[in-house]
């Protein structure tokens, strides 16, 4: 079993930047696959990108991509997002499996805390 601590967040004006943190503990060596989920309010939970340490199954949604990044140190995952919107709003979610990356949040068993951007236009 993993746990997923996140940190980073906050407000921040359009076109501005932020860090999402991940620390894990645990059997971390055992969870190849990252995922950072989002979720706007009254809106479903959504992937934004997956990186995964054991293969090429990564994923990044198309709204996101050339301005959001994943990366992992380690026992820390990190999204970076650059040139933030209004849109880019919600709670993110880290989320880690064993397995290969998916889309799919019920596939995940193991979830951070979630921590909240709010992106002013």
């Known amino acids: 079993q993993v746990q997923l601590v996140q940190s980073g967040g906050g407000l921040v004006q359009s076109g501005g930047s932020l860090r999402l943190s991940c620390a894990l503990s645990?059997?971390?060596?055992?969870?190849?696959?990252i995922a950072w989920f989002r979720q706007a309010p009254g809106k479903e939970r959504e992937g934004v990108l997956c990186v995964s340490n054991s293969d090429r199954t990564g994923w990044t949604h198309d709204s996101v991509k050339g301005r959001f990044t994943g990366s992992r140190d380690r026992n820390t995952a990190y999204l970076q997002m650059n040139s933030l919107k209004p849109e880019d709003t919600g709670v993110y979610y880290c989320a880690a499996r064993r397995e290969i990356c998916v889309v799919v949040p019920g596939a995940y068993a193991d979830w951070g805390q979630g921590t909240q951007v709010t992106v002013s236009s």
């Open positions: 645990g059997f971390t060596l055992d969870y190849s696959a």
